[in-house]
């Protein structure tokens, strides 16, 4: 696995579906780890759980994260990512239907580097996922890892 992988935190099929068709039809061939719910995301990211033995030096190039999960919501996951010298800078985009303020505000004092609502259109939807591929994935220099 190489740092430009995907991690793709999201609980709706459908979302989830949408997400690989927009990321295929703009040519965008990372891999894609998908996760259903916030422990299941925090156990990848820390290689817990099913993913024990994961390489954690290995972060994702960028994950994308939806706020509204079972068992631990995507502000938790992006708490707990923030306060682990090893994960406080990967990349972490919330990816959301929400466009409630406080949940604009939250991310962001919690440290998320880019807080987008979901598209409703298609279309719309694939070119904010093109952007976001090509942005996180080619033209954003990644930080260093931390010490």
């Known amino acids: 696995m190489n740092a430009k992988t995907i991690l793709l935190v999201e609980d709706n099929t459908s979302d989830i579906e949408l997400t690989q068709r927009a990321l295929s039809k703009s040519r965008i061939a990372n891999e894609m780890v998908v996760v259903q719910d916030g422990q299941e995301a925090l156990d990848y990211i820390f290689g817990a759980g099913a993913y024990a033995g994961r390489d954690v030096s290995v972060v994702p190039g960028v994950t994308l994260l939806d706020l509204h999960l079972p068992k631990v919501s995507g502000l938790d996951v992006l708490r707990a990512v923030r306060a682990d010298l090893r994960t406080r800078r990967m990349p972490v985009v919330i990816l959301t239907s929400s466009n409630e303020e406080r949940d604009v505000a939250a991310g962001y004092d919690l440290g998320v580097n880019s807080y987008i609502q979901k598209p409703v259109d298609f279309e719309r939807f694939a ?21």
Do not use: S
């Open 127 to 147: 070119e904010a996922v093109r952007t976001l591929g090509l942005y996180w994935l080619v033209l954003n220099e990644p930080p260093p890892k931390a010490q």
